[in-house]
């Protein structure tokens, strides 16, 4: 049996190829990720280590409000410079000790006006410490010695195109300030910058006014130990000399937390790699399941005369499922080696990206084989069991007749698809409306999964009528009319081969109906309430907001024509002990005038210096009250308590939060991050745009734009990961068109008399190539159509769910279904191009003499 | 020998000196060896012989489904050798038509659509007349909307045939049409055949290994070894199987 097993195998080996490279794709994606992110997360490792390499203790204060990585940089509580002396006095174990600032935001002017912008990286500002064994400066250049003097990484000076010299611009806590550069330093080992970072450092005070907002206060101090006093048993002591409120760790501890918390941004990256990759081999098990089942149907005499030679049905179902194991197997090692390929790749992409981070070398973590060899093996043996319990029932006198497989009715599998679907249906409804709590995401993909594999099934049953009346676009030439007839001749096969092209499609529209619904939403509702002819704003591309100059606000508002100006603050901050986003306007009025509040209680339109306002929605869940009293603590300074004094109506676009603006000082970023221009009746915004223009000319990461390139730009930012996700998913319709070609190789093979006697009758190679290129087309663009019809059923079922979240209108993207049905043609096309040039080589005598 | 035939310009089908050898060396084989043969215009001639003698490589060759080593092959005023495959096309499309000796129908398509293929395929319409006559000779009349798998093997043969018919190709080509039927469907399939070219002066070449279905023929070219032997004109079932155990005795006596 084994034998006969792998004589089958080889041969089929071209079909099982094509079958097998779905499996291979999804593996890669799997174990690339694993390895991207292992090679990365070992990278930061690195970095840190080395960066905390000649630090034994570093003492810093607790953050007055925890920010996660991915909602841009934590800042750190500054330490009262005093503790130094305290440490070097008071420590014996300690040798040492420097207070370092070292705080995000420092973004330098280029030579071209623009700011050197990061895509991830902090931009640190710090105070110059003196060269070391891991910090050099570059030759002919010298440490700040003056307060308008700074020195640079070599990374940033290289972004930046400046040089020893020049006057530069830098944008700090305050507005621009002009700098002479006067070096350049690099890494041990000559490199450019640490893992991407851009540095600026300044003289000690300035470091500490412009990064920290206050004077004498330092970010952390680092301690060096005496000699012979290990690093842990100096933390102790320093620890127990400061007390509690400070956090004691040894470099190492520090360099682990560091690394730690970007790793956990690494592990989400991680999660939506293995996302696309679950989508990729769902697709993939369609393939394979057709392939087997095509081969199954076409071995029909040849099992069955196993059969009649005294095989058992279940040494027939070994015999499928080993050849399964054997393709999993190989696409196994192939994906992992393709994975390792690909991880490495988009490591040293992700390294240029970053700014030259030096990558440690390639590793493959278990966890990349594991999950290769069980994700190929699982996937395969798992599609491969349907197709195996229909070959076990194959009767023995099948090898004695030539049995014309009777069309089996659709009953069975309609029913399963119609009690699936509605599994899924249901899933998805729990999971949209909320009612799954903490599974909600699971139950939602869950719902999904069993809704694409529910409709799959039904596919066979749909695709009749569709089939049909599609080909009918074709049927006007013969060879157009037979390829329809083709297409409708096997259900299942035509079904499946277009379900597998369904999944891509369907996620990528219902993505798009997703997005596009949320950014008509978010238009509608700006170009309703917004009441300001003019917005000051800039594009973010890291973590951090763009921001301007406060000063801009009341030149503004001085230009003639000009009626309200409010410049809008926002930080994290923690607000009666809960983390919360909080605005602070420079305008109050502005709530009402250019955004359209209406207050609910209280009074919105003036806000004292201890007064706070609410949105109904915070107001409601917070259980607050005009009058009562709150506690608010920024990202710096303390805790403050203010009281509310009104409570306005909210909507999509209002703050939660709104605190005066004296509260911004201690935001995480105390200047402005949006303005809003109103003219007065009568004023003109070409007469004013350019005045606003030339006062941002010191504040060059904004630009004044009207209020519908505005909304358009804000939108524009949901753009991009639309993006991503239609070339991620983008891998799932390749593997689709492998199907359609595998299916289209494997029916010509089973006409090939049936194509000889067509020939034989007259039909040219041209029309028999037309004839199969029909046959692809119609399977793609039912498949295609499936995903639309699929895909705008989910997104629209999410948009309906987010309702209460602002996302009202449902948008239906036609142009881009236009543009899917026609890549669908196209993919059929280009999928018909091999078994079409097969079909048109068949040799007419061959054929009609077969047998 | 060489077959006499009829006047010279009749000839819808003719070969000259045909030679059809396969491999080289030690390993070759001579399926036909200096055949020459002409089809007179509104005949049935059937090729006889005995397995490997040559038959079916005759007629693949005269039909252009196969090339020829050396010598030529005309159908018509065609010059069939060294036609490309467009020509080759043309040719079947428009003067040749073929019933085999089975899978013969396409089976998405209804026993009507069968029989209007090749005309279709070519972009003409059928004579509505003649069209009329042929499905009425078939006698498939109330069958034209059932599938190939709807019809019993004699009923798939005749819709077969009537697709050769229906187009007037200048030539029928029949490889064993009877070869998977029982006697009754065979012997109507064979009639019909005979009447078509009786009443509407259709040219058929059949080739077959059944004395009976022979019988049916005007005239009967023998082949052995890849040579013609033979030929009987106004066959009858015995003639042509005297003829046959003539031509099997030499090869019993080499023995």
Known sequence: MFRA?????????????????????????????????????????????????????????????????????????????????????????????????????????????????????????????????????????????????????AALAEAAKVKVGDRVGVLTLEPKKEFTLVGIFGYSGGRDSMGGVNEVAFTTPVAQRLMLGKPDTFSSITVTAADGVSPEKLRDDVARELGGSYEVKTGKQAAADQ??????????????????????????????????????????????????????GRQIIGSVVLEAVVIGLIASVLG????????????????????GLTLAGLGVPPAAVIGAFAVGLVITVVAALLPALRASRIPPIAAMQDVATPDRPLTRVTVSGAIVTAIGAVLLFLGLDGHAGDNTLAT?????????????????????PVVSLLGALFAW????????????????????????????????????????????????LAEDTIKAELVIAGAQSGPRPPSFDPTVLEKAAAIPGVQLVDGEYGDMATVNGTRTWVAASSNVAALERIFGGKATAGDISRLGPDQMLFSSDAAKSRKVSVGDRVTVQLSRGEARTYTVSGIYQSSQLTNPVVLPPQAARDFAIPQPIQGFVQLAPGARVADVQPQVETLLADSPEVSVADRDAFIKQQTSQLDTPLRMIQILLALAIVIAVLGIINTLALSVL????????????????????????????????????????????????????LKDEGITDLVLPWGQMGVFLGLAAIIGVVAAVLPAVRAARINVLGAIAHD | MTATVGPQV???????????????????????GGVTAEFERGRFTAIMGPSGSGKSTLMHCLAGLDSVTRGTVSIGDTMVTGLGDAGLTRLRRDKVGFIFQQFNLLPTLTAQENILLPMSIAGRKPDPAWYDTVIDTVGLRDRLRHRPAQLSGG?????????????????????????????????????????????????????????????????????????????????????????????????????
């Open chain 1, 336 to 355: 992992l080696a393709a994975g390792i390929g690909v991880g490495a790749l988009l490591a040293y992409l992700f390294g240029k990206l970053a700014g």
């Open chain 1, 259 to 312: 690394a730690a918390s970007l790793k956990e941004g690494l592990s989400f990256f991680n999660k939506v790699l293995l996302g696309f990759a679950a989508v990729a081999l769902l697709v993939g098990t369609f393939l394979i399941l057709n392939t087997f089942s095509i081969i199954v149907a076409q071995r029909t005499r040849e099992l069955a005369l196993m059969r009649a030679i005294g095989a058992s």
């Open chain 2, 10 to 32: 009749q000839a819808a089908a003719r070969a000259s000196d045909v030679w059809k050898v396969y491999g080289s060396g030690e390993a070759q084989v001579v399926a036909l």
């Open chain 1, 444 to 464: 939602i993909l869950g719902g999904v999964l069993f809704a694409f594999i529910g409709v799959a099934l039904l596919t066979p049953l749909i695709s009749r």
């Open chain 1, 750 to 801: 089973e006409r090939t008399r049936e194509l000889g006697l067509l020939r034989a009758i007259g039909l040219r190679r041209a029309q028999t190539m037309r004839m199969i290129t029909v046959e692809a087309v119609v399977i793609s663009i039912f498949g295609a159509l499936l995903g639309v019809v699929v895909g705008t059923g989910l997104g629209a079922a999410v948009v309906q769910a």
């Open chain 1, 5 to 153: 097993t792998w004589k089958s195998l080889l041969a089929r080996k071209v079909r099982l190829l094509l079958s097998g490279l779905a499996v291979v794709l999804g593996v890669m994606f799997v174990s690339g990720a694993f390895v991207l992110t292992d090679t990365l997360g070992r990278s930061f490792d690195a970095v840190f280590a080395d960066g905390f390499s000649d630090i034994d203790v570093t003492v810093t204060a607790k953050p007055k409000v925890a920010v996660s990585e991915h909602e841009g940089e934590q800042v750190a509580t500054p330490v009262p410079a005093s503790l130094v002396e305290q440490v070097k006095q008071k420590v014996p174990a300690a040798a040492d000790a420097k207070g370092v600032v070292n705080a995000d935001g420092a973004r330098l002017i280029g030579s071209n006006g623009k700011v050197v912008t990061s895509f991830g990286p902090p931009q640190l500002g710090e105070n110059w410490l003196g060269e070391s064994d891991l910090v050099q400066l570059r030759e002919g250049t010298r440490a700040p010695r003056a307060d308008d003097e700074i020195v640079v990484n």
């Open chain 1, 477 to 524: 030439s013969v060879p157009g009319k037979l390829g329809r007839l083709n297409s409708g001749r096997n259900p299942r096969r035509t079904a499946i081969t277009a379900a597998a092209l369904m999944v891509g499609i369907a996620l990528v529209t219902g993505v798009t109906v997703i997005l596009d619904s949320a950014k008509g939403s978010i238009s509608a």
């Open chain 2, 155 to 255: 009923q798939q043969q005749r819709v077969a045939c009537a697709r050769a018919l229906v187009a007037r190709p200048d030539v029928i080509f029949a490889d064993e049409p009877t070869g998977n039927l029982d006697s009754r469907s065979g012997a109507e399939v064979l009639n019909f055949l005979r009447n078509s070219v009786r009443e509407h002066g259709q040219t058929i070449v059949m080739v077959t290994h059944d004395p009976t279905a022979a019988a049916y023929a005007d005239r009967v070219i023998f082949l052995a070894d890849g040579q013609i032997v033979s030929e009987l004109v106004e066959p009858t079932a015995d003639t042509v199987l005297d003829t046959m155990k003539k031509l099997d005795a030499p090869a019993e006596v080499a023995h």
